[in-house]
Nanobody, 123 residues
Framework: QVQLVESGGGLVQPGGSLRLSCAGS???????IGWFRQAPGKERERVSC????????WYADSMKGRFTISRGDAKDTVYLQINNLKPEDAAKYLC?????????????????WGQGTQVTVSS
């Protein structure tokens, strides 16, 4: 089991960028880490995933091109870079973990979740 804490959200203007962080209570390199988002009144949707142990990355079709997932050098953090933010990107962004997971993973497979960080996109 691992505890996850997201950070990096905030208010940004359309066209701006954010880098969200998912920090683990320990090393995350043996975990697949997924990013999700949920806007008010909408279902949670998958954004991206990075497989355990140096494995592949996955992006939802609608996220390709503006979202980049990566692991930090210290192995206890996974980042989600979001460029050219649009109003429809506004949501709570959450990360989740599954030990030895291989992406893509359905939401139900993840065993550990963070509380989320809020992203607001407005001029």
């Amino acid at each position: 089991q691992v505890q996850l804490v997201e950070s990096g959200g905030g208010l940004v203007q359309p066209g701006g960028s954010l880098r969200l962080s998912c920090a683990g209570s320990g090393a995350l390199d043996l975990y697949a880490i997924g990013w999700f988002r949920q806007a008010p009144g909408k279902e949670r949707e998958r954004v991206s995933c990075i497989s355990s142990n140096g494995g592949s990355e996955w992006y939802a079709d609608s996220m390709k091109g503006r979202f980049t997932i990566s692991r930090g050098d210290a192995k206890d953090t996974v980042y989600l870079q979001i460029n050219n933010l649009k109003p429809e990107d506004a949501a709570k962004y959450l990360c989740a973990a599954l030990e030895w997971g291989l992406c893509p993973l359905p939401e139900r497979e993840y065993t550990d979740w963070g509380q989320g960080t809020q992203v607001t996109v407005s001029s």
